[in-house]
């Protein structure tokens, strides 16, 4: 079963970093596909950056060049870095699962089937 808990939110100035911890198990980073995704009030979740099982990255426009995907086999988890944080990335982020790895590139959130519980960031002037 796979199992996601996201961490790592917070309330921070414009211009700002943080990085969003996604906990999970081993085999579940070895051998989906995982991404982060986010969702502002009112509107659709969207994909942020995916990362496939042999750490092929794809990443929105708007982030990219200011937000990282990474994977830390030793501690099991998925770190979002994000630097330069503006008012528009405020929002509920969530981490995701798939074992396709195509459905990587297509940041299609409704193609994954896991999903951690979320965790607010929040950008302010």
């Known amino acids: 079963q796979v199992q996601l808990v996201e961490s790592g939110g917070d309330s921070v100035q414009a211009g700002g970093s943080l990085r969003l911890s996604c906990a999970t198990s081993?085999?579940?980073?070895?051998?989906?596909?995982m991404g982060w995704f986010r969702q502002a009030p009112g509107k659709e979740r969207e994909g942020v950056a995916t990362?496939?099982?042999?750490?092929?990255?794809t990443y929105a426009y708007s982030v990219k060049g200011r937000f990282t995907i990474s994977k830390d086999y030793a501690k099991n988890t998925l770190y979002l870095q994000l630097n330069s944080l503006k008012l528009e990335d405020t929002a509920m982020y969530y981490c995701a699962a798939a074992s396709s790895g195509g459905i990587c590139y297509t940041m299609n959130a409704p193609a994954f089937p896991k999903w951690g519980q979320g965790t607010q960031v929040t950008v302010s002037s």
């Open positions: 081993r085999s579940t980073l070895v051998a989906y596909c």
């Open positions: 990362v496939t099982s042999t750490g092929s990255t």
